[in-house]
């Protein structure tokens, strides 16, 4: 390796570009050794490289850019065909959620549960005056743009709302075809997305391929969403799963704890967000935002999951690293939509588990809290520690910045191959 080189793999671990964790690994001889990251120390460095010296920068980790290199994360292996996984998209059901979307925002009632009520009210409250498009433009960073077209008054069901059946299926896309069709003059097909606005109804999304489908106008919608209650966060909840999202509560025969992943995911609980997985499952985190780590001992510094720049994901795989199946993701905490008596201590890193063979509502993801059992207080802070014999790393909270970022030391134990 020339001078310059050596001198140019100090920069780029500074930069980013490289892992110090690698750099570390190879033991370089200098003619020259800089001590300190201030501008003279650079400077001094980058005239002796040009002298023809060796030189090695060191006490690069003081620069805060230990933590900046990236590297991509493979496609979870579903090891099946699994519904609302939390790895790809079934693309025969859902379309990227990038982009602009159009939405039709519908009213309708039953005979037996009439509606008076101003629609236009309705749907101010429901949105939250714009709130709800906000929330889908502040967590994709920009790259999903909502656009609403209400239809307003009331439109009557031609059945009762027990008449459809709302454990099944068959119920639900019975109940989508008769709304549907009360509507002759809105071609559903137009739309992205559609909400009904349905009092009296529960909140469900559908969402299933050509052979379950809701039949309109000789071709298949794949995706709707019906919304009995006004809360815009609970409308999120029910859009993201026409995006391709799962239900992270548990329901059925699910295995395990229940609620493994606590309020932390808009899918669960009374957050104010979506998880860094999610934001990477649809397309919203930039590839310098999150990190693969695979194997060695790395000290990185995560960035707020909501700011617009610096890594704010790190993803271990438990099993095959080429094709995982499961992993464990480091991230810091957001905010919780709970009472002021029950807001847990702000900030913090959050850990949990993504297993893409798992379905939707049976306990797909599960966060590991810092201090037993308690969910809502999950959050490691400085000087907390994490080890778990089914975890493929351990975790140490080294320190919180001022600007609310933190640095963490991540051990990937010995990678597990199939």
């Known amino acids: 390796m020339t001078a310059i080189n050596k001198w140019m793999l100090a920069v780029a671990v500074c930069l980013g570009l490289v892992a110090d964790a690698d750099a570390r690994a190879e033991t370089h001889e200098a003619d020259v050794v800089v001590h300190g990251d201030a501008s003279g120390g650079v400077t001094a460095a980058v005239q002796a490289a040009r002298m023809g010296k060796s030189v090695t920068l060191a006490s690069l980790l003081s620069l805060g850019c230990a933590a900046n290199v990236t590297h991509p994360i493979p496609t979870l292996d579903t090891k099946g065909d699994v519904y609302k996984t939390e790895g790809p998209n079934d ?35 429901l949105l939250a005056g714009g709130k709800f498009q906000k929330l889908f433009k502040d967590q994709s960073y920009g790259k999903l743009s909502l656009d609403i077209k209400h239809v307003h008054g009331w439109r009557t069901m031609p059945k009762q ?18 709304a549907f069709a009360l509507y002759p003059e809105i071609n559903m097909l137009d739309y992205d997305y559609i909400l009904i606005s349905m009092p009296g109804r529960g909140n469900f999304a559908f969402g299933e391929r050509d052979d379950k489908a809701i039949p309109y106008r000789g071709k298949k919608i794949n995706t709707a969403v019906n919304q009995g209650s006004m809360s815009y966060f609970t409308l999120a909840h029910e859009l993201a799963h026409c995006m391709g999202l799962p239900d992270l509560y548990s329901y059925g025969d699910a295995k395990g704890p229940r609620n493994p992943l606590g309020p932390w995911d808009i899918m669960c609980g009374p957050a104010t967000g979506f998880l860094g997985w999610h934001r990477h499952k649809f397309g919203w985190l930039d590839a310098d935002r999150k990190t ?29 690293p080429e ?54 207080n999950a959050a490691y802070h400085e000087g907390d520690s994490f080890e778990q014999d089914d975890s493929p790393m351990s975790v140490k909270v080294l320190k919180k910045n001022e600007d609310g970022s933190y640095v963490v030391e991540v051990v990937v134990k010995a990678p597990v191959t199939e």
Do not use: C
């Not at 693309?91 to 039709?104: E, M, R, S």
């Not at 454990?167 to 109940?175: A, L, V």
């Not at 702000?346 to 049976?362: F, K, N």
């Open 91 to 125: 693309p025969l059901i859902y379309d990227p959620v990038v982009g602009h979307k159009t939405a039709v925002l519908l009213y309708v009632d039953f005979p037996n549960i009439p509606q008076a009520g101003d629609t236009k009210e309705r749907g101010q409250k």
């Open 161 to 178: 709302n027990k008449a459809y059946d709302p454990t099944t299926t068959e119920g639900h896309r019975e109940m989508f075809v008769d």
């Open 292 to 320: 693969y780590l695979t194997n060695g001992s790395h000290k990185l510094k995560l960035a707020p999951i909501n700011g617009d720049r610096g890594v704010s994901m790190i993803v271990v795989p438990v099993d095959n």
């Open 323 to 376: 094709h995982p199946s499961k992993i464990f993701v480091v991230e810091l905490a957001q905010p919780l939509r709970v009472k002021d008596a029950d807001q847990p201590r702000s900030g913090g890193v959050l850990i949990y588990s993504v297993d893409a063979t798992i379905a939707s509502g049976q306990n797909p993801v599960a966060v590991y809290p810092a201090r037993g059992k308690d969910k809502i």
